[in-house]
């Protein structure tokens, strides 16, 4: 199977402050990698799919990137609504699959 | 609007078995993929299941194959999870969602699953 192995698990940061997340697949997955934010209580909200395309409506301090097998997801000046965990998925191959999560905490 | 409606869920014994139900609005239900996702309490996101538009087609991740089922109802506009044999390890939260690129992805509010003795 496919593993997305997602970095870090978590991670301490400020208002203002530029964040990177980063997810590594085991298999080749061309661009078909989604990124969801989640906050506690609530389903998942997808921000970016195929890789490096923002959602409709998602604001554009979001935006992804992909090197080979290694997709980035960065905000560039956090906002204290983005406080949340974050997952990549993908859907190029099955089983589809999540990374493991990155709670983005405050500091 | 796009609503996805859950229904179903609870408590459970071990071995036990259990049927959860997403009710579909606003689109045309038979044009979609459709998954299963869960999340176990104060765990990450884990993709369980999906099903092609007209049924034919269902996948699952390895944990569930051989006691889970996906199954559509296309004219009753309608996804379901039958899972048999249930283990301790699938308590979780489980939510339907259509997830088709380039729309806005939908999700149901979750159902909580919940298996213990």
């Known amino acids: 199977d496919n593993q997305m192995t997602q970095s870090p698990s978590s991670l301490s940061a400020s208002v203002g402050d530029r964040v990177t997340i980063t997810c590594r697949a085991s298999?080749?997955?061309?661009?078909?990698v989604g990124w969801f934010q989640q906050k506690p209580g609530k389903a998942p909200k997808r921000l970016i799919y195929g890789s490096s395309n923002l959602q409709s409506g998602v604001p554009s301090r979001f935006s992804g990137s992909v090197s080979g097998t290694e997709f980035t997801l960065t905000i560039s000046s956090l906002q204290p609504e983005d406080f949340a965990t974050y997952y990549c998925l993908q859907h190029n191959t099955l089983p589809n699959s999540f990374g493991q999560g990155t709670k983005l905490e405050i500091k | 609007e796009v609503q996805l409606v859950q229904s179903g869920g609870g408590l459970v014994q071990p071995g036990g078995s259990l049927r959860l139900s997403c009710a579909a609005s606003?689109?045309?239900?038979?044009?979609?993929?459709m998954h299963w996702v869960r999340q176990a309490p104060g765990k990450g996101l884990e993709w369980v299941a999906n099903i092609t538009p007209d049924g034919s087609e269902k996948h699952y991740v390895d944990s569930v194959k051989g006691r889970f089922v996906v199954s559509r109802d296309n004219a009753k506009n309608s996804l379901y999870l039958q899972m048999n044999s249930l283990r301790v390890e699938d308590t979780a939260i489980y939510f339907c969602?259509?997830?088709?690129?380039?729309?806005?992805?939908?999700w149901g509010q979750g159902t909580l699953v919940t298996v213990s003795s």
């Open positions: 606003g689109f045309t239900f038979s044009g979609y993929w």
């Open positions: 969602a259509r997830l088709k690129d380039p729309d806005k992805d939908y």
């Open positions: 298999q080749g997955v061309g661009d078909d």
